[in-house]
């Protein structure tokens, strides 16, 4: 299976903040990609310099088969980046934003509306195509804005946080969008703050910490790494007593709840017991905690 | 089964031809100044603005101000080059905002992830503006000619008094987009812009300069807008303009450069790759 993207070693410092520390990624042609990370981490950053937007201080990044630094234009060429703030014309419609950028892509003005026309259709905003962006909801510009992005079949695309600030209903229709982008061969890169996220789309996921990849793999993977499901006991107010990880099986449910029957707070009068699906802050506690958080341990809070 | 199923797209172009094609010459210069053009049509406020502007400045000039200043009623053919170059400096100073709205919403990074001169944006905001306000300029004479403006100028005359005017309205326009790159947001791109459009009171556009006091004569005198004020009042009224066309192009030009290479800087360093 060929490369998309690869970076070695990639650097990055804003002042005396070190963004990237060395990042090591290798992303398959044709898969779906997540850098799952919190807030600073260095998604975005990562994004920036993968689009030709943004220089490295040291490191090598490859996209497409082409060298960041050395050949940006080959590069543009062949991505599309979605970014965190909607980069869409307020004034505009959306089928002349979506004709603007069929013609700077460099589709004739047929073929630039037809193709809009296409998409309005596939994003399922025909009925908004000349109302200007500035009256759409959130979700529709979101749409839209990732419509901008397949104008042209590129063969690799970014998307920074695309489902950020969106209602559950609007997250899961882009989900089946950026599923269907798969299936055509696209290969998609994204970042998401969202363990669910990177669950539902992502073939392979790596978690990044303090500007490295602290672990790589399936999402099957990573969750085997931190447990499976964290049983969690409340008292009648609803703050958190306990909270246990498990390794997902029955047996390792059983053994969780054993021990709460030893733990004097779960004697205590309304305590409410439940299971949770891991959190990204589970897999980060758990993988920047290194070895010793993946054997299933009592979390004693506060 | 005889099923015809279609051969699957190949997962990997590597380095094979780019999805976007490389763009004819202008094509995204002429991309930007349509969609430019369709931002100032669609400023309704800005629009009206453009054209009610000239027109109750020239009213006001005329009727309110005119008769006090020259009893003789001649005023109305001093006032008119004046007013030109109020209401295109108000006119241009909308590009501060538009520059500057692109460069903090995210829009210029798409832009810069393609295969297309980012700075074509620019390009597309400064055209839109000269066509913008030379319609407002139109707007002025035709209000002029209405309430007795009576130039006296050839044909050479009015061509060299609308070069003049296009020069001076595309100076200001790259200067207001610098202006635009400058600042940090729309809003502070509109204040900045506020502090150029008071330089036309402070020329001869209005009253000659020998009424001013006399520090303030001297800054009347020596600053770019009187020169080019007098110019285009000699083609309109076609009395000699002498030396004063020189220092006119030369004040246009002058602050064109500057405008253009700070802008350059400014757009290289906040689109350019960090």
């Known amino acids: 299976m060929s490369v998309a993207i690869d970076t070695h070693g990639l650097r990055k410092r804003f002042g005396s903040t070190e963004v990237l520390a060395g ?14 990370g919190p807030n600073g981490a260095g998604k975005t950053t990562t994004i920036n310099i993968l689009t030709t937007l943004v220089k490295p201080d ?3 990044a490859r996209v497409a088969g082409f060298d960041v630094a050395a050949s940006p234009e080959e590069v543009k060429g062949r991505i599309a980046l979605t970014g965190q703030s909607a980069a869409v014309d307020e004034v505009l419609t959306g089928t002349e934003n979506l004709v603007m950028m069929g013609r700077l892509s460099g589709l004739g003005r047929q073929a630039a509306r037809d193709r809009a026309d296409e998409l309005l259709e596939r994003f399922a905003l025909t009925d908004a195509a000349h109302r200007r962006l500035g009256t759409y ?94 049983v969690e006991l409340r008292n009648a107010d609803g703050a958190l007593l306990l909270e246990l990880p498990t390794d997902g099986s029955v047996h390792g449910l059983r053994a969780a709840i054993d021990r709460l029957d030893h733990s004097p707070a779960s004697a205590a009068e309304g305590t409410q017991v439940s299971i949770r699906r891991p959190s990204l802050d589970d897999v980060f506690l758990a993988i920047t905690a290194g070895a010793e958080a993946s054997a299933p341990e009592l979390i004693e809070s506060k | 089964m005889t099923t015809l199923i279609a051969p699957p797209r190949p997962a990997v172009p590597g380095p094979a031809a780019p999805a976007r094609a490389r763009l004819g010459a202008f094509t995204a210069e002429s991309t930007f100044i349509g969609r430019s053009f369709r931002h100032s049509v669609r400023d309704v406020e800005a629009l009206l603005m453009a054209i009610m502007l000239p027109t109750m400045l020239m009213l006001m000039f005329t009727f309110i101000f005119g008769n006090a200043i020259d009893p003789s009623g001649g005023y109305v053919d001093y006032v008119v080059p004046g007013i030109i170059l109020l209401c295109a400096g108000f006119g241009a100073s909308s590009t501060a905002i538009s520059v500057s709205r692109d460069m903090t919403t995210g829009i210029i990074d798409r832009f810069r992830t393609m295969p297309v001169r980012s700075g074509a944006v620019l390009t597309g905001h400064v055209v839109a503006s000269l066509a913008r306000n030379l319609v407002a300029t139109g707007v002025v004479i035709v209000v002029a000619l209405l309430v007795g403006f009576r130039p006296d100028a050839t044909v050479l005359g009015w061509l060299a008094a609308f070069g003049l005017v296009a020069l001076y309205i595309l100076t200001i326009t790259y200067l207001f987009a610098a202006i635009g790159l400058a600042a940090s947001s729309p809003e502070a791109a509109s204040g900045f812009g506020f502090i150029l459009l008071f330089l036309p009171y402070v020329s001869s556009a209005f009253v000659p300069v020998e009424t001013m006091p006399e520090w303030l004569q001297w800054v009347a005198e020596y600053q770019p807008i009187t020169p080019i004020i007098e110019t285009i009042r000699g083609f309109l009224m076609d009395t000699p303009v002498d030396d004063t066309v020189w220092w006119a192009l030369g004040w246009c030009l002058a602050i064109l450069l500057v405008a253009i290479v700070w802008g350059g800087l400014l757009f290289r360093r906040k689109a350019g790759r960090r």
């Open chain 1, 137 to 230: 909801s959130g979700g529709m510009r979101r749409r839209l804005d990732l419509a901008l992005s397949l104008v042209v079949d590129v063969p690799i695309l970014f998307l920074d946080e695309p489902t950020t600030g969106l209602d559950t209903r609007s997250r899961q229709e882009l989900w089946n969008v950026i599923r269907s982008l798969t299936e055509a061969g696209t290969t998609v890169f994204l970042t998401t703050q969202y363990l669910e996220e990177a669950d539902q789309l992502a073939d392979r996921i790596a978690v990044l910490d303090r500007g490295r990849v602290a672990a790589e793999g399936t999402a099957d993977e990573l969750k085997a790494r931190i447990g499976g499901d964290v």
């Open chain 1, 58 to 60: 040291a490191g090598v």
């Open chain 1, 23 to 36: 990042l090591d990624l290798s992303v398959p042609a044709g898969s779906v990609f997540a850098l799952l």
